[in-house]
């Protein structure tokens, strides 16, 4: 099946900071997803991409739908403690294919 | 628009027993989904449906069994707990035109 290598498993950084993850997959994706997950909760969307070299920002976040189709990256501009949680790189195949398969996760920590 | 909520939020079951996790969500999306998150593992795709009346497996879907008789729930049951079903749970749901998830808070659950 599909696989989604996600890095760094984790980063501690200082405030202020910034910070870069990727996601690189062995196959083709049409859409790529982050998400972020605090903790004791449920993911929540960041940035969707849906073409490839498609680059999002959303607040200090920008994200990039690679050229390939096969890897994404997020970057966080000057880190802030609420930035502190999993974040999840998700990717989904064309056509009818609604299924995600997800990274195993990014755990960001912001030291004040 | 409450989203997609999840009852109950943290559960401890003794093995063999059962139990129904519950989710509704409000946003008249078709597509819904079961994740169980394992520390470190990233989402597992328990089983997913299309829509009212209709349901398949995804990658871990031994033990759990799954109905959708409305648009709006998708309840997973657990027959004989496990220790190995010890998870955070997380239902999500989504447009069939977008490839974009909304997730529930999640439910917590210790089988001892």
């Known amino acids: 099946g599909q696989q989604l290598n996600q890095s760094p498993q984790s980063m501690f950084i200082q405030e202020g900071e910034d910070v870069s993850m990727n996601c690189t997959s062995s196959?083709?994706?049409?859409?790529w997803l982050w998400y972020k997950q605090d903790p004791g909760e449920g993911p929540v969307l960041l940035i969707a991409?849906?073409?490839?070299?498609e680059l999002t920002s959303n607040g200090r976040l920008t994200a990039q739908f690679g050229i390939t189709r096969k890897d994404s990256f997020l970057n966080i501009s000057a880190s802030i403690p609420s930035d502190v949680g999993i974040y999840f790189c998700?990717?989904?195949?064309?056509?009818?294919?609604?299924?995600?398969?997800f990274g195993k996760g990014t755990l960001l920590t912001v030291n004040p | 628009n409450a989203g997609v909520t999840q009852t109950p939020k943290f559960r401890i079951l003794k093995i063999g027993q059962s139990m129904t996790l519950q989710c509704t969500q409000d946003?008249?999306?078709?597509?819904m989904y079961w994740y169980r998150q394992d520390p470190g593992m990233g989402l597992k795709l328990i089983y997913y449906?299309?829509?009212?009346?209709?349901?398949d497996k995804g990658e871990v879907p031994n033990g759990y069994n799954v109905s959708r008789s409305t648009t709006e729930d998708f309840p997973l049951r657990l027959e004989l707990a496990a220790p190995s079903q010890t998870s955070v749970y997380f239902c999500?749901?989504?447009?069939?035109?977008?490839?974009?998830?909304?997730f529930g808070p999640g439910t917590r659950l210790l089988v001892l």
């Open positions: 998700a990717g989904a195949s064309g056509g009818s294919n609604y299924k995600l398969t």
């Open positions: 196959s083709i994706f049409n859409t």
């Open positions: 991409l849906y073409k490839a070299g």
């Open positions: 999500a749901s989504s447009y069939s035109t977008e490839k974009t998830q909304y």
């Open positions: 449906s299309v829509g009212a009346g209709i349901t």
């Open positions: 946003m008249n999306h078709n597509y």
